[in-house]
């Protein structure tokens, strides 16, 4: 697979990643892929996940955490892990790295893409977790990191620059659970109406209709939407989503389809009245209920 690395990672040495996956990554993949995953150019936010040492024993499909756009995975996806290993999930059974340069202005979302380089990363990480733990990977992905993380199972040539990602990785794969993930484009609520976004600025990146969220001027969507949805049951052994009719950011419905469902999907679970953030915030127990096989 090749790998698009970023230049301004090269000359980073420290890591947020514990010190036996740190590693095993050196020994696995060499210093330049460690350095891709464990971002420490935004120190202590750019990642975590690891055996607090080589003897500890992983018994739970471990979980890769995928975060949503202008997001690290120090914030929101550190503070779920927090409440896993409250519920018993151990170190080495939890990780996440950082798939983009986040801008803490919320006006630059839209310039947010879903390129090559953050889905051939998040696939180095989910099979460098599968094979580090030996364990099928189980992953819950929020908002953005939904469809970039289902790219990164399905494989294939990336639309925004034909690159081959390989075939899928499905057999490695647990549990997906997709948290308020734009599957089938974006229609923010404002108020009660949704707004076709996308449809009206394809011009802005966010709303490409390459690797863009492009949706709305029915029945047309971007390629990278398109793509993902042309196969069905990829993304795990079990496949869930979660999501809200009052979602202000990706909205609800959109051209007559629930925006957060997956194709082929075993279930979900539809809040009536949360926001983007609040849906994932407030909805650990039911992404844990989904992982272990249990009523949502």
Known sequence: ??????????????????????RWLDNQHGVVARQLLERADLQDQG???????????????????????????GTMMAAAAGYYKGKGYKEGELYATTYENPNWDNAKWIQYTMKCDHVSRMRLLINSVHAYTGKPVDVVAFSMGVPIARKAILGGKCVDNDINLGPSITSSMGTFV??????????????????????????????????????GFCPFKSRFIDDINAQKRYEGKRIYSIG??????????????????????????????????????TSYDAQLAMLSGQPF
Not at 191 to 212: E, Q, R, T
């Open 1 to 22: 697979m090749r790998l698009l690395i970023l230049p301004s990672l090269l000359s980073v040495t420290s890591a947020y990643f514990s010190t036996d996956f740190t």
């Open 47 to 73: 990642s975590f996940g690891g055996k607090s040492n080589a003897n500890e024993t992983i018994s739970r499909n471990p979980v890769v955490f995928v975060h949503g756009v202008s997001s690290v995975a």
């Open 178 to 215: 997709g948290v308020c993930g734009p599957n089938n484009g974006v229609a923010p609520m404002i108020g009660d109406v949704p707004f076709a976004l996308c449809a009206l600025s394809p011009l802005i990146p966010v709303c490409n209709p390459i690797d863009g969220l492009f949706s």
């Open 244 to 281: 809200s009719e009052k979602d202000e950011v990706v909205g609800h419905n959109i051209c007559m389809e629930v925006t957060t469902r997956i194709n082929g999907q075993d279930g979900e679970k539809i809040y009536k009245d949360r926001k983007h953030d609040d849906t994932f915030k």
